[in-house]
């Protein structure tokens, strides 16, 4: 089983920011479209922020655009996500997860791999 490891979540006042990373070493991501996933409690999984295989195509939702960005290493085997203006809202559990480049579309493609989560709460 295949498991992306994520990192990078915390405790953080709103209007501050984190920066999480992902990675693996069962996988090449060079060749894996990446995304970050996000649950709360009660809500379902959305699709935060997705990226393709090369990086020159993104995905954000309406309600990250502007704040986060997604972006790669493939030299490092590592993909991140960088978020600003951080608000209550945004608490969630965060999601890494990969998907085969040729299979990218944005958020909307079912994904192949995921990690266990890290855990963003953001106080107000």
């Known amino acids: 089983q295949v498991q992306m490891v994520e990192s990078g979540g915390g405790l953080v006042q709103a209007g501050g920011s984190l920066r999480l990373s992902c990675t693996t070493s069962?996988?090449?991501?060079?060749?894996?479209?990446m995304g970050w996933f996000r649950q709360a409690p009660g809500k379902e999984r959305e699709g935060v922020s997705c990226?393709?295989?090369?990086?020159?195509?993104?995905y954000y939702a309406d309600s990250v655009k502007g704040r986060f960005t997604i972006s790669r290493d493939n030299g490092k085997n590592t993909v991140y996500l960088q978020m600003d203006s951080l608000k209550p809202e945004d608490t969630a559990m965060y999601y890494c997860?990969?998907?085969?480049?040729?299979?990218?579309?944005?958020?909307?493609?079912?994904?192949?791999?995921w990690g266990q989560g890290t855990q963003v709460t953001v106080s107000s």
């Open positions: 997860t990969a998907l085969p480049r040729s299979s990218y579309d944005g958020c909307s493609n079912p994904f192949n791999y």
């Open positions: 069962e996988l090449d991501l060079d060749d894996f479209a």
């Open positions: 990226i393709s295989h090369s990086g020159r195509n993104t």
